[in-house]
């Protein structure tokens, strides 16, 4: 049997759509995001430019003092993926010096311990090992404060099991995560993130920077099919593509019917994770970075980058449509509108499920505005679409 709306059942069922959308932009939280021009990463410019960001948003200390803080950083992708010879935190990690500063600003104001974390590719290695990988100098981070550690997440770590967070709003995907101890064990937490477009989820900013919180010895390659792998074999190919379920002895998926699609179930995985682990603090740095994608091994026509910009907001939501706007792209964009040309968007996602509004005409920007401070990823990206790629051949 055909069911056959006329045109005013058409026009209400769409009107009703989109009153709806409007209502879950009015309901969803707004609040401040500070923006500022920085045009390097040296300690002088830097550190200023940081502390004037958070002197605007309120201060430090009201959220830190006291407390543990916890702050996810991007390190995506081993250090032998390079862009050409430019160093990892040009392109795609989080350039150590906003690590350092971030963590010294927060000491300043009181912070009583900061534990610096990240899953990195496929090892059990201490963070500071990997890093050394990528020409660092792990002291650099440590020193920057009298109380600062690295944790690798990607694994159970230094406890005795995994904390089980629970997605308040239900989920899209997952009812509940099990992720590694320090993001339970904490008072305050941060993303640290990388300004970058990204193949499966369009952008990748504060809230995306968080899809690296599971531990692939669940939620990976090689986890384990009862119980959770000892060490992370690979990537999370499991998350991406839904091959498997995750280990037996975490939470299972809400609804295995649904499409075993990366760019439909990234989008969703990222806003259940930052509903699990609320974020207290973004931070997005674009000092400099890349255009094409979230890293080196993207089929992409990539560049190094300097935007010169920083950003941070006490709403990842809010923080990520700023961060937007000055790539050059509309936050209210959906699927098939750049940067969501063939996925959904994370921020309307998020936005849908309360988490915060993406309506730029309700969050406060304040420093540098956006119109002074944007950076044309949208411009090169439509630039690099019109023009087919060269033969892999003739690729450099």
Known sequence: MHSHQTRRQFLFTATAGLAASTLTRAAAPASPVAVARCKTYTPAELLPAMQKMFDRLGGLERLVKGKTVAC???????PTYRLGYLPLEDTHYTHPQVIAAAAHLMSQAGARRIRILESPWSTADPVEEYILRANWEPQDILGA?????????????RSKKYSRLTVPFGGYVFPAFDLNHSYEDCDVFVSIAKMKEHATAGVT??????FGMTPCTIYGTGAGVDEPSDVPKGGRTLVH???????????????PTTP?????RVPRTVVDLIAARPIHLAIVEGIKTMTGGEGPWIREELKGVAPGVIVAGLNPVNTDAVCMSLMGFDPLADRGTPPFERCDSTLKLA???????RDLERIEVIGTPIAEARFDFAGMRQRRRSVPPPPMGVRG
């Open 72 to 78: 996810k950083i991007n390190l995506t992708g081993a």
């Open 145 to 157: 404060a009298p109380n600062v550690e690295f944790e690798n997440t990607n694994y159970l770590g």
């Open 205 to 210: 900013l504060s809230m995306k920077n968080c």
């Open 241 to 255: 593509s839904g091959n498997r379920q995750p280990s037996k002895s975490a939470p299972r998926e809400l609804d």
């Open 260 to 264: 075993r699609v990366d760019t439909w």
């Open 351 to 357: 936005e849908e499920a309360g988490l915060g509004t």
